[in-house]
Protein backbone atom coordinates (compact mmCIF):
# COMPACT_ATOMS: atom_id res chain seq x y z
CA UNK A 1 0.00 0.00 0.00
CA UNK A 2 2.73 2.48 0.61
CA UNK A 3 3.87 2.49 -2.99
CA UNK A 4 0.80 3.07 -4.47
CA UNK A 5 0.31 6.78 -5.74
CA UNK A 6 -2.91 8.58 -4.42
CA UNK A 7 -4.85 10.17 -7.55
CA UNK A 8 -4.96 13.57 -7.71
CA UNK A 9 -8.16 15.45 -5.75
CA UNK A 10 -10.23 17.80 -7.90
CA UNK A 11 -11.33 20.39 -5.35
CA UNK A 12 -13.77 23.28 -6.50
CA UNK A 13 -14.33 24.87 -3.67
CA UNK A 14 -12.48 27.66 -4.91
CA UNK A 15 -14.22 27.83 -7.71
CA UNK A 16 -15.41 30.99 -8.20
CA UNK A 17 -11.68 32.13 -7.17
CA UNK A 18 -10.73 30.25 -9.87
CA UNK A 19 -13.45 32.06 -12.22
CA UNK A 20 -12.70 35.65 -11.05
CA UNK A 21 -8.92 35.10 -11.73
CA UNK A 22 -10.01 33.88 -15.45
CA UNK A 23 -12.16 36.97 -16.13
CA UNK A 24 -9.34 38.89 -14.92
CA UNK A 25 -7.20 37.43 -17.53
CA UNK A 26 -9.98 38.34 -20.45
CA UNK A 27 -10.11 41.36 -18.93
CA UNK A 28 -6.57 41.80 -19.75
CA UNK A 29 -6.85 41.11 -22.97
CA UNK A 30 -10.04 43.03 -23.90
CA UNK A 31 -8.85 46.13 -22.22
CA UNK A 32 -5.08 46.28 -23.86
CA UNK A 33 -7.22 45.96 -27.49
CA UNK A 34 -9.65 49.19 -26.03
CA UNK A 35 -6.48 50.68 -25.06
CA UNK A 36 -5.28 50.90 -28.53
CA UNK A 37 -7.88 52.96 -29.93
CA UNK A 38 -8.21 55.45 -26.62
CA UNK A 39 -7.34 59.01 -27.19
CA UNK A 40 -7.14 60.10 -23.65
CA UNK A 41 -8.08 63.96 -24.41
CA UNK A 42 -11.00 65.61 -22.70
CA UNK A 43 -12.17 66.31 -26.58
CA UNK A 44 -11.37 63.31 -28.27
CA UNK A 45 -11.70 60.25 -25.48
CA UNK A 46 -15.85 59.61 -26.16
CA UNK A 47 -15.25 60.39 -30.25
CA UNK A 48 -12.29 57.59 -29.71
CA UNK A 49 -14.96 55.18 -27.70
CA UNK A 50 -17.50 55.98 -30.58
CA UNK A 51 -15.06 54.95 -33.31
CA UNK A 52 -14.20 51.50 -31.97
CA UNK A 53 -17.30 50.75 -31.04
CA UNK A 54 -19.24 52.04 -34.49
CA UNK A 55 -16.73 51.37 -36.81
CA UNK A 56 -13.77 48.78 -35.75
CA UNK A 57 -14.34 44.99 -36.42
CA UNK A 58 -14.88 43.76 -33.58
CA UNK A 59 -15.16 46.57 -31.38
CA UNK A 60 -18.50 46.49 -29.94
CA UNK A 61 -17.89 43.48 -28.74
CA UNK A 62 -15.11 43.39 -27.07
CA UNK A 63 -15.94 46.80 -25.55
CA UNK A 64 -19.31 45.26 -23.88
CA UNK A 65 -17.20 42.15 -22.65
CA UNK A 66 -15.24 44.34 -20.59
CA UNK A 67 -18.49 46.01 -19.14
CA UNK A 68 -19.79 42.57 -18.62
CA UNK A 69 -16.66 41.06 -17.25
CA UNK A 70 -16.33 44.08 -15.15
CA UNK A 71 -19.97 43.51 -13.62
CA UNK A 72 -19.38 39.47 -12.79
CA UNK A 73 -15.68 39.96 -11.64
CA UNK A 74 -17.13 41.74 -8.60
CA UNK A 75 -20.00 39.56 -8.20
CA UNK A 76 -17.56 36.08 -8.33
CA UNK A 77 -15.43 37.94 -5.69
CA UNK A 78 -18.32 38.75 -3.44
CA UNK A 79 -19.65 34.52 -3.82
CA UNK A 80 -15.87 33.34 -3.14
CA UNK A 81 -15.23 35.21 -0.25
CA UNK A 82 -18.66 34.09 0.87
CA UNK A 83 -17.88 31.07 0.77
CA UNK A 84 -14.53 31.05 1.99
CA UNK A 85 -15.89 32.98 5.60
CA UNK A 86 -18.78 30.31 5.94
CA UNK A 87 -15.74 27.75 5.61
CA UNK A 88 -14.20 29.22 7.93
CA UNK A 89 -11.15 29.64 5.93
CA UNK A 90 -9.65 32.57 8.57
CA UNK A 91 -9.10 29.96 10.98
CA UNK A 92 -5.91 28.73 9.60
CA UNK A 93 -3.34 31.16 11.09
CA UNK A 94 -0.88 29.41 8.75
CA UNK A 95 -2.59 30.83 5.69
CA UNK A 96 -3.85 34.30 6.84
CA UNK A 97 -1.67 36.08 4.62
CA UNK A 98 -3.85 34.62 1.35
CA UNK A 99 -6.72 35.39 3.14
CA UNK A 100 -5.30 38.91 3.66
CA UNK A 101 -4.14 39.09 0.64
CA UNK A 102 -7.90 37.94 -1.04
CA UNK A 103 -9.71 40.31 1.07
CA UNK A 104 -7.58 43.49 0.08
CA UNK A 105 -7.34 42.48 -3.51
CA UNK A 106 -11.47 43.67 -3.39
CA UNK A 107 -10.60 47.62 -2.98
CA UNK A 108 -8.23 47.82 -6.25
CA UNK A 109 -10.97 45.72 -8.13
CA UNK A 110 -13.66 48.27 -7.00
CA UNK A 111 -11.34 50.95 -7.86
CA UNK A 112 -10.42 49.34 -11.39
CA UNK A 113 -15.25 49.51 -12.35
CA UNK A 114 -14.67 52.96 -11.05
CA UNK A 115 -11.82 54.33 -13.10
CA UNK A 116 -13.18 52.69 -16.03
CA UNK A 117 -16.19 54.15 -15.91
CA UNK A 118 -14.61 57.36 -15.91
CA UNK A 119 -12.15 57.15 -19.29
CA UNK A 120 -14.63 57.14 -21.97
CA UNK A 121 -15.75 61.11 -20.75
CA UNK A 122 -19.17 61.04 -22.24
CA UNK A 123 -21.24 62.73 -19.51
CA UNK A 124 -22.03 59.60 -17.31
CA UNK A 125 -17.82 59.34 -17.03
CA UNK A 126 -18.10 63.11 -16.49
CA UNK A 127 -20.58 62.82 -13.39
CA UNK A 128 -18.79 59.84 -11.84
CA UNK A 129 -15.42 61.99 -11.84
CA UNK A 130 -17.42 64.57 -9.94
CA UNK A 131 -18.84 62.28 -7.59
CA UNK A 132 -15.14 61.40 -6.47
CA UNK A 133 -13.86 64.92 -5.02
CA UNK A 134 -17.40 65.01 -3.31
CA UNK A 135 -16.97 61.50 -1.95
CA UNK A 136 -14.00 62.42 0.00
CA UNK A 137 -15.06 65.81 0.95
CA UNK A 138 -17.53 64.60 3.40
CA UNK A 139 -14.30 62.79 5.19
CA UNK A 140 -13.92 65.04 8.26
CA UNK A 141 -11.03 66.87 9.13
CA UNK A 142 -9.20 65.85 5.68
CA UNK A 143 -11.96 66.08 3.42
CA UNK A 144 -11.64 69.72 2.26
CA UNK A 145 -7.91 68.73 1.16
CA UNK A 146 -8.72 65.53 -0.66
CA UNK A 147 -11.32 67.40 -2.14
CA UNK A 148 -8.67 69.79 -3.81
CA UNK A 149 -6.45 67.37 -4.34
CA UNK A 150 -8.36 65.33 -6.64
CA UNK A 151 -9.69 68.25 -8.31
CA UNK A 152 -6.67 70.03 -8.92
CA UNK A 153 -4.16 66.29 -9.88
CA UNK A 154 -7.51 64.73 -12.35
CA UNK A 155 -6.59 64.44 -15.99
CA UNK A 156 -7.89 61.49 -18.32
CA UNK A 157 -3.89 60.47 -19.15
CA UNK A 158 -3.40 60.32 -15.06
CA UNK A 159 -6.52 57.87 -14.73
CA UNK A 160 -5.69 55.82 -17.68
CA UNK A 161 -2.28 55.45 -16.48
CA UNK A 162 -3.74 54.36 -12.77
CA UNK A 163 -6.59 52.01 -14.72
CA UNK A 164 -4.40 50.65 -17.41
CA UNK A 165 -1.22 50.52 -15.33
CA UNK A 166 -0.66 51.25 -11.36
CA UNK A 167 -4.01 48.91 -10.09
CA UNK A 168 -3.05 45.60 -12.45
CA UNK A 169 0.34 45.85 -10.95
CA UNK A 170 -1.45 45.56 -7.33
CA UNK A 171 -3.77 43.14 -8.40
CA UNK A 172 -0.90 41.04 -10.00
CA UNK A 173 1.48 41.65 -6.69
CA UNK A 174 -1.79 40.60 -4.19
CA UNK A 175 -2.81 37.66 -6.75
CA UNK A 176 0.47 36.06 -6.44
CA UNK A 177 0.79 36.26 -2.84
CA UNK A 178 -3.24 35.23 -2.90
CA UNK A 179 -2.51 31.64 -4.50
CA UNK A 180 -0.05 31.83 -7.70
CA UNK A 181 2.79 31.03 -5.50
CA UNK A 182 1.54 27.80 -4.64
CA UNK A 183 -0.11 26.96 -7.87
CA UNK A 184 3.20 27.62 -9.77
CA UNK A 185 4.05 24.51 -7.91
CA UNK A 186 1.31 22.13 -8.48
CA UNK A 187 0.88 23.28 -12.09
CA UNK A 188 -0.79 26.75 -13.15
CA UNK A 189 -1.10 25.46 -16.74
CA UNK A 190 -3.64 22.03 -15.40
CA UNK A 191 -5.44 24.69 -13.06
CA UNK A 192 -5.90 26.98 -16.09
CA UNK A 193 -7.38 23.94 -18.22
CA UNK A 194 -9.48 22.60 -15.61
CA UNK A 195 -11.17 26.14 -14.37
CA UNK A 196 -11.23 27.16 -18.68
CA UNK A 197 -13.59 24.06 -18.94
CA UNK A 198 -15.44 24.39 -16.63
CA UNK A 199 -16.26 28.23 -17.10
CA UNK A 200 -17.49 27.51 -20.17
CA UNK A 201 -20.93 28.32 -19.53
CA UNK A 202 -20.20 31.53 -18.08
CA UNK A 203 -17.95 32.76 -20.82
CA UNK A 204 -21.05 31.61 -23.60
CA UNK A 205 -23.18 34.04 -21.15
CA UNK A 206 -20.85 37.01 -21.11
CA UNK A 207 -20.24 36.77 -25.38
CA UNK A 208 -24.04 36.55 -25.74
CA UNK A 209 -24.72 39.46 -23.42
CA UNK A 210 -21.79 41.54 -25.16
CA UNK A 211 -23.88 41.10 -28.41
CA UNK A 212 -27.39 41.79 -27.53
CA UNK A 213 -27.60 44.26 -24.54
CA UNK A 214 -24.76 47.23 -25.26
CA UNK A 215 -24.09 50.15 -24.68
CA UNK A 216 -25.79 53.04 -26.96
CA UNK A 217 -23.11 54.75 -28.71
CA UNK A 218 -24.63 55.83 -31.93
CA UNK A 219 -25.43 59.77 -30.80
CA UNK A 220 -25.82 61.99 -32.14
CA UNK A 221 -26.64 60.13 -35.50
CA UNK A 222 -28.65 57.16 -33.19
CA UNK A 223 -30.08 59.49 -29.91
CA UNK A 224 -31.06 56.85 -26.49
CA UNK A 225 -34.01 57.30 -24.47
CA UNK A 226 -33.63 59.46 -21.16
CA UNK A 227 -34.09 56.24 -19.03
CA UNK A 228 -32.48 53.94 -21.24
CA UNK A 229 -31.05 51.57 -19.29
CA UNK A 230 -33.02 50.86 -16.37
CA UNK A 231 -33.27 47.17 -15.07
CA UNK A 232 -29.85 46.52 -16.82
CA UNK A 233 -27.12 45.31 -14.61
CA UNK A 234 -23.45 47.09 -14.99
CA UNK A 235 -20.56 47.82 -13.33
CA UNK A 236 -21.85 51.49 -11.98
CA UNK A 237 -24.24 49.27 -9.85
CA UNK A 238 -21.22 48.57 -7.76
CA UNK A 239 -20.07 51.75 -7.55
CA UNK A 240 -23.65 53.49 -6.86
CA UNK A 241 -24.18 51.76 -3.74
CA UNK A 242 -21.72 53.49 -1.58
CA UNK A 243 -23.16 56.79 -3.48
CA UNK A 244 -26.76 56.05 -2.98
CA UNK A 245 -27.08 57.41 0.64
CA UNK A 246 -25.77 61.18 -0.43
CA UNK A 247 -29.79 61.03 -2.21
CA UNK A 248 -31.36 60.61 0.77
CA UNK A 249 -28.64 61.91 3.58
CA UNK A 250 -26.83 64.57 4.80
CA UNK A 251 -23.67 65.01 6.81
CA UNK A 252 -23.25 62.36 9.29
CA UNK A 253 -25.59 59.14 7.82
CA UNK A 254 -23.66 59.46 5.24
CA UNK A 255 -19.86 59.19 6.79
CA UNK A 256 -21.86 56.24 8.86
CA UNK A 257 -22.96 54.60 5.45
CA UNK A 258 -21.12 55.54 3.01
CA UNK A 259 -17.33 56.29 4.33
CA UNK A 260 -17.23 54.53 7.93
CA UNK A 261 -19.09 51.38 7.49
CA UNK A 262 -17.17 50.08 3.90
CA UNK A 263 -14.05 50.67 5.14
CA UNK A 264 -14.82 49.02 8.63
CA UNK A 265 -16.18 46.14 7.25
CA UNK A 266 -13.23 45.71 4.58
CA UNK A 267 -10.72 45.53 7.53
CA UNK A 268 -12.96 43.58 9.77
CA UNK A 269 -13.14 40.33 7.29
CA UNK A 270 -9.36 41.33 6.12
CA UNK A 271 -7.74 40.84 9.60
CA UNK A 272 -10.35 37.94 10.81
CA UNK A 273 -7.30 35.65 10.82
CA UNK A 274 -5.38 37.40 13.27
CA UNK A 275 -7.65 38.31 16.28
CA UNK A 276 -9.63 34.69 16.09
CA UNK A 277 -7.67 31.99 17.01
CA UNK A 278 -7.78 28.03 15.40
CA UNK A 279 -9.99 25.77 17.41
CA UNK A 280 -8.57 22.96 18.89
CA UNK A 281 -10.97 19.93 17.92
CA UNK A 282 -12.00 17.79 20.93
CA UNK A 283 -10.87 14.49 22.54
CA UNK A 284 -14.07 13.10 23.28
CA UNK A 285 -16.07 12.08 20.75
CA UNK A 286 -19.80 9.99 21.07
CA UNK A 287 -19.98 7.56 18.25
CA UNK A 288 -23.22 8.93 16.87
CA UNK A 289 -21.28 11.98 17.25
CA UNK A 290 -18.43 10.82 14.90
CA UNK A 291 -20.94 9.36 12.51
CA UNK A 292 -22.93 12.84 11.86
CA UNK A 293 -19.19 14.68 11.19
CA UNK A 294 -18.53 11.70 8.84
CA UNK A 295 -21.72 12.62 6.74
CA UNK A 296 -21.34 15.86 7.40
CA UNK A 297 -17.49 16.47 6.17
CA UNK A 298 -17.44 13.25 3.79
CA UNK A 299 -21.12 13.66 2.12
CA UNK A 300 -23.33 16.09 -0.04
CA UNK A 301 -25.59 17.36 3.13
CA UNK A 302 -22.62 20.01 4.42
CA UNK A 303 -21.87 20.68 0.38
CA UNK A 304 -26.21 21.02 -0.46
CA UNK A 305 -26.17 23.11 2.70
CA UNK A 306 -23.45 25.49 2.41
CA UNK A 307 -25.01 26.29 -1.50
CA UNK A 308 -28.07 27.03 0.03
CA UNK A 309 -26.96 29.01 2.62
CA UNK A 310 -24.26 30.93 -0.18
CA UNK A 311 -26.62 31.30 -2.10
CA UNK A 312 -29.60 33.16 0.14
CA UNK A 313 -26.35 35.36 0.97
CA UNK A 314 -25.41 36.37 -2.13
CA UNK A 315 -29.25 36.37 -3.46
CA UNK A 316 -29.89 39.02 -0.20
CA UNK A 317 -26.67 40.87 -1.13
CA UNK A 318 -27.40 41.37 -5.12
CA UNK A 319 -31.21 41.78 -3.85
CA UNK A 320 -30.00 44.94 -2.18
CA UNK A 321 -27.43 46.38 -4.62
CA UNK A 322 -30.10 45.61 -7.32
CA UNK A 323 -33.33 47.85 -5.31
CA UNK A 324 -30.81 50.55 -4.93
CA UNK A 325 -29.47 50.49 -8.15
CA UNK A 326 -32.56 48.98 -10.50
CA UNK A 327 -33.78 52.34 -11.51
CA UNK A 328 -30.78 54.38 -12.63
CA UNK A 329 -30.63 54.95 -16.41
CA UNK A 330 -27.12 54.11 -17.17
CA UNK A 331 -27.10 54.54 -20.60
CA UNK A 332 -29.64 57.54 -21.07
CA UNK A 333 -27.20 60.02 -20.19
CA UNK A 334 -26.34 60.74 -24.03
CA UNK A 335 -30.22 61.46 -24.86
CA UNK A 336 -29.81 65.11 -23.64
CA UNK A 337 -26.35 65.34 -23.20
CA UNK A 338 -25.20 65.23 -27.32
CA UNK A 339 -23.75 67.83 -29.28
CA UNK A 340 -27.30 68.56 -30.95
CA UNK A 341 -27.79 69.89 -27.72
CA UNK A 342 -25.65 72.86 -27.62
CA UNK A 343 -23.15 73.78 -25.08
CA UNK A 344 -23.18 72.46 -22.04
CA UNK A 345 -25.57 69.78 -23.37
CA UNK A 346 -22.36 68.05 -25.93
CA UNK A 347 -19.14 67.05 -24.22
CA UNK A 348 -18.57 67.73 -20.53
CA UNK A 349 -17.67 71.15 -20.18
CA UNK A 350 -13.92 72.57 -20.24
CA UNK A 351 -14.30 74.35 -16.81
CA UNK A 352 -16.09 71.00 -15.09
CA UNK A 353 -13.53 71.77 -12.34
CA UNK A 354 -14.66 74.75 -11.43
CA UNK A 355 -17.85 75.13 -8.88
CA UNK A 356 -18.49 78.67 -8.99
CA UNK A 357 -19.68 78.26 -12.52
CA UNK A 358 -21.22 74.87 -11.45
CA UNK A 359 -22.41 75.03 -8.69
CA UNK A 360 -24.73 72.23 -8.67
CA UNK A 361 -21.79 70.25 -8.81
CA UNK A 362 -21.16 70.09 -5.32
CA UNK A 363 -24.33 69.66 -4.30
CA UNK A 364 -24.63 65.61 -3.78
CA UNK A 365 -28.74 65.66 -3.32
CA UNK A 366 -28.61 67.01 -6.81
CA UNK A 367 -25.92 65.29 -8.17
CA UNK A 368 -27.70 61.78 -7.14
CA UNK A 369 -31.13 63.32 -7.80
CA UNK A 370 -30.61 64.06 -11.30
CA UNK A 371 -28.76 60.17 -12.29
CA UNK A 372 -31.69 58.61 -11.17
CA UNK A 373 -34.27 60.88 -12.01
CA UNK A 374 -33.18 62.87 -15.05
CA UNK A 375 -36.54 63.68 -16.42
CA UNK A 376 -37.62 65.18 -13.17
CA UNK A 377 -34.45 66.81 -11.64
CA UNK A 378 -32.52 69.10 -13.70
Given at each position: ????I???????LH?F??????????????????????????????????????????????????????????????I??V???L?????N??K????????????????????????????????????I?NY???????????????????????????????????????????????L?K????????????????????L?????????????????????E??Y?P??E?W?L?I??????FK?????L??????????F????L????K??QP????T??????K??W?????????????????V?????L????S???????C???H????????????D???????????????W????????????
Amino acid sequence: MSDTIKPQSHNWLHYFGGLAFLMLILQLGTGIFLTMFYDPTLKGAYKSVQYLTNEVAGGSLLRNLHRWIALCIFLAVIIHTVRSTLRKDFMNTAKRVYWLTGVLLILPIFLLIYTGLILPWEWKGYWFMEMIPNYFGEIPVVGATLKGFFLDTFTLPRYLVIHILILPLICLVLVDYHFLSRLRKRGIFRYMVRHTIITIPFIVILFVLSVYVTIPSQDPDIIPLPLEGEYIPTPEWWSLLILLPFLYFKGLPVQLLSIYLPVILLFVIAFLPYYLKERQPGTIQTETNSLWKRLWHNGTLSLVFRGVVVTLIVAILFGLIYLGSYNSPTFGCNSCHNLYRGFRMGVPPDNFKDRTKLPNLDDNAWMMGHWFYPTEIY
